[in-house]
C-alpha cells in the first residue's frame, strides 16, 4: 500500500518584501495562493533606470527522488534507524538572463531559498545554498548565447537547518507524518511497515544581472523564482515487530553494514595542459581555441567538469564521464574556448582593439559520482590557467590589382590608418629624364706638321787679343 501526499514546503509570501528608495520607482512581487503549486507570477518591475531585460527560470523533468530506509539490523520498532540513501538532490533546470540594449551580463547564480532584489542590491540571506550556472544570456535585439540545461546540485546537509519556511529535512518531514498517524489513531509500527511516497515543493531561484560598459555604478539585478517538486519517498520494512526486547545488547552493539565492495570514486587531480595555445590573429577567429585538461583518480564512478571564466561565466558543462582507473588511470578532455561567440556580442567590442592582450583566468571544477550511487558530491575547484588572445592586422597585398593598394581581412573594428600613396600624375617633362643632346664634334684646325726651324746662334765676334766678355 502507497500513501500519496502533496505539500508546499514553504509559504513564500510573506518573504517576499522589498523596500523602495528614490530610484526604485515600483518593484512588486505578486503571489497567487494557487500559483504556489504551479509556480510563481511575477509581476512587471520598473526602475529608473532599467538595464536587465528579463530573467528566467525553468524547472525540468525528472523529478528528484530522495529515498529513505530502515538500516538498523535490529528490527524492533524502537531501534528503528531511518536515513537517507542518498546525501543531496538534483534538480535539473534551464535558464535565461536577457540584458537592455548596450548592456551586457556580469552575474548569473541559482540558490535554493528566496532572494530579495532591489534595483542594484541582491539580499541573499534568505537563501542556504548556491552555485553558479550556465545560463543563456545576450543582449536585447543581439546575439544570444545559448547554454544546455544544467544540474543544480544540493547537499541535504546545507537545507535541513534554516529559517522554517525554507528548510527541508526528509527525515523531519518523514516524522511529522508518523506523529500525525499515530495522533489520528494508528500505530506506529503499522506506518513504518509500508511504503509511503510524498511529494514538496521547494523554493529555487535565478539571480540575474546585467550593466553597462563594466561599470558597477551602472548594473541592476533581477531574479526568478520557481517551485521545484522533490519526491520523498520511504521504504516500508516489513521485518519491524513490536513487544519487549530479546535481546537488548545485541541490538545495541550491531551496526547498519553498507556495501563497501566497490572503491568510492577520488578525483586526484585535474591540470590543464602545460602550454596553452593563446590566441593571435585576425579578431573573429575561424576555429574557437581548444585546450585540453588532463586529469587522474582512483576508483569507479562518474565525473562532471566545468569550466569557468572569470569573474562568473560558465563557459563549458561536461556529460557525465564514466571512469575506472582500473582501466585507465590518466584521461583527457578538450573543450572550446567559445572566442567566436563572444567577439561577436556588443558587450565583448573591446577586444577587437588591435595588438591589445586580453587574459583571461580560467577554472577548472569538478564533481564526483560513485559507482552505484545517485549522489554526486559538492563541486571543488582544481587548476586554473591564464589564457591570452590579441587582434593583429590582417593584410593581404593582392596581385595587378587595386593598384598597389592594401587590403584588410574582416574581423577588426577599427582597421589601422595605413595607406600607400599612389604616384601623383605630373607631365612628361617632369616624369621623363631629359633626352641626352648629342652634340657633333667639331673638327680641330689642322696644325702645321712642319717642324720649327731652329735659330741659329750667330758666335760673338771681337778682335784679337782683346776682352770679349762684355762684349755685346
Not at 401 to 418: A, E, V
Amino acid at each position: 500500500m502507497v500513501q500519496k501526499q502533496h505539500d508546499v514546503v514553504c509559504n513564500i509570501s510573506k518573504f517576499l518584501r522589498v523596500e523602495e528608495d528614490e530610484e526604485v520607482k515600483a518593484h512588486s512581487i505578486k503571489i497567487a495562493g494557487a500559483a504556489l503549486l504551479a509556480g510563481i507570477t511575477m509581476a512587471s518591475t520598473s526602475y529608473a533606470v532599467e538595464r536587465v531585460k528579463s530573467v528566467s527560470l525553468n524547472i525540468l523533468s525528472p523529478v528528484p527522488t530522495i529515498t529513505l530506509e530502515n538500516k538498523s539490523n535490529n528490527k524492533h520498532i524502537s531501534k528503528l534507524d531511518v536515513k537517507p540513501t542518498t546525501s543531496s538532490m538534483n534538480i535539473k533546470l534551464d535558464g535565461s538572463i536577457l540584458c537592455k540594449k548596450n548592456h551586457s551580463m556580469y552575474f548569473s547564480a541559482v540558490y535554493y531559498g528566496l532572494v530579495n532584489v532591489n534595483g542594484s542590491n541582491a539580499d541573499i540571506s534568505m537563501t542556504l545554498h548556491n552555485d553558479e550556472v550556465a545560463v543563456s544570456h545576450g543582449e536585447e535585439g543581439g546575439i544570444i548565447e545559448y547554454a544546455p540545461a544544467t544540474t543544480f546540485n544540493i547537499p541535504l546537509s546545507k537545507i535541513k537547518n534554516g529559517h522554517p519556511s525554507i528548510k527541508f529535512d526528509p527525515l523531519a518531514y518523514l516524522e511529522s507524518k508518523a506523529n500525525a498517524f499515530v495522533n489520528g489513531g494508528g500505530d506506529e509500527i503499522d506506518f513504518y511497515k509500508q511504503d509511503r511516497t510524498y511529494t514538496v515543493q521547494v523554493p529555487i531561484s535565478l539571480l540575474g544581472g546585467c550593466w553597462k560598459n563594466s561599470n558597477y555604478s551602472k548594473k541592476q539585478y533581477k531574479q526568478a523564482l520557481k517551485l521545484a517538486s522533490v519526491k520523498i519517498k520511504y521504504e516500508g520494512d516489513a521485518a519491524l515487530k513490536d513487544g519487549p526486547l530479546v535481546n537488548v545488547q545485541l541490538g545495541q552493539n550491531q551496526n547498519p553494514k553498507f556495501d563497501n565492495s566497490n572503491q568510492p570514486l577520488i578525483l586526484n587531480k585535474a591540470d590543464f595542459q602545460n602550454n596553452i595555445p593563446h590566441y593571435i590573429g585576425k579578431c573573429i577567429p575561424d576555429q574557437n581555441p581548444s585546450i585540453r585538461v588532463n586529469y587522474r583518480g582512483a576508483g569507479k564512478g562518474k565525473i562532471r567538469f566545468k569550466i569557468g571564466d572569470a569573474p562568473n561565466f560558465v563557459i563549458y558543462n561536461s556529460n557525465e564521464i564514466n571512469y575506472n582507473s582500473a582501466d585507465q588511470l590518466n584521461r583527457h578532455f578538450d573543450f572550446e574556448y567559445p572566442l567566436i561567440s563572444k567577439m561577436n556580442q556588443q558587450q565583448f567590442k573591446w577586444w577587437k582593439t588591435v595588438n591589445k592582450t586580453y587574459t583571461h583566468k580560467l577554472t577548472v571544477r569538478a564533481q564526483v559520482k560513485n559507482d552505484g550511487s545517485e549522489a554526486w558530491s559538492s563541486w571543488k575547484d582544481y587548476d586554473t590557467v591564464d589564457f591570452n588572445h590579441r587582434c593583429t592586422p590582417q593584410v593581404t597585398v593582392p596581385l595587378g590589382s587595386n593598384g598597389g593598394g592594401l587590403n584588410y581581412q574582416d574581423g577588426n573594428d577599427t582597421k589601422p590608418k595605413l595607406t600607400v600613396k599612389k604616384p601623383t600624375t605630373t607631365s612628361r617633362s617632369q616624369t621623363e629624364p631629359k633626352k641626352l643632346q648629342v652634340q657633333p664634334i667639331k673638327p680641330v684646325p689642322a696644325i702645321d706638321q712642319k717642324k720649327p726651324q731652329r735659330a741659329r746662334v750667330q758666335p760673338k765676334r771681337c778682335a784679337v787679343g782683346t776682352d770679349c766678355s762684355n762684349a755685346n
